[in-house]
């Protein structure tokens, strides 16, 4: 066993200098090896203190037992003392921190707690308002199709419009040969003609299912439609095949 003749302190057969002060080591005799009583930290002749409690150790001449002073109820060791009084600024320091944190946090939660005036929805305007009407006109007619139902069909045309029974016959003809699978639509074009009427282009998809021939088909039909505004909503006034 090795120990530093400069801070009593005991070192491993490993090592060679103190790890405190980095003193060259000295072998202990056999035998001059003595333990605390209080914790078992092993000590060296000359040794005050215990290195890893604090215990004051006196040591006799060989031969005879170790006396220990057992330290008054008060006592404390004097490295801690040196100790928490340089770590007391750090600790201070710590504690003005969290109470810093802390404060800012309550603040954020008060502010985010207090209720705000919920902001007017944008108001629309009459293209918007437009757009959406007839993009209903147009689902209309999507769901007319999809359930073969013509008496919905017929409530999305104005009763003026020109040779409605022949359309509605053709209508008629086409879901009697075909199973309308799929329909979509695109709308542009839109623009107010007055009050009551609109003008627009209306591009439908639709994907067909021959009976006849046991095969699928998908017609694109585009129409220029002038619309009129009707209690109930916007219908179509009459419409024209783009390119015809």
Known sequence: MHYCSQCDLVHGEEH???????QLLRRLPPGQ?????RCGA???????????CGLPLKLMAAGREEVVTSPPPYYSRPDSRSRGRRRRPGLWWGVAAVVLILTAY???????RVPTAPRPPAAATPQEDLRREVE???E??????LAKDIN???TCYAPTYPDLGRLESQILELWKNYDIKDVSYRISDLERQGERQ??????????????RTHDYSLLRPAYRITLERYPDGWKILDSREEGS
């Open 16 to 22: 060679r200098f103190c790890q405190r002060c980095g």
């Open 136 to 138: 209903r006109l147009a």
């Open 152 to 154: 919905k069909w017929l």
């Open 140 to 145: 209309r007619i999507r769901s007319a199709h």
């Open 33 to 37: 090896l003595q333990d605390c009583p």
């Open 42 to 52: 092993p000590a060296v002749p000359g040794q005050k203190f215990c290195l890893e």
């Open 106 to 112: 309550g603040g954020y939660r008060l502010v985010s």
């Open 198 to 211: 609109a003008t627009g282009v209306i591009v439908w998809n639709l994907q067909l299912y021959d009976h």
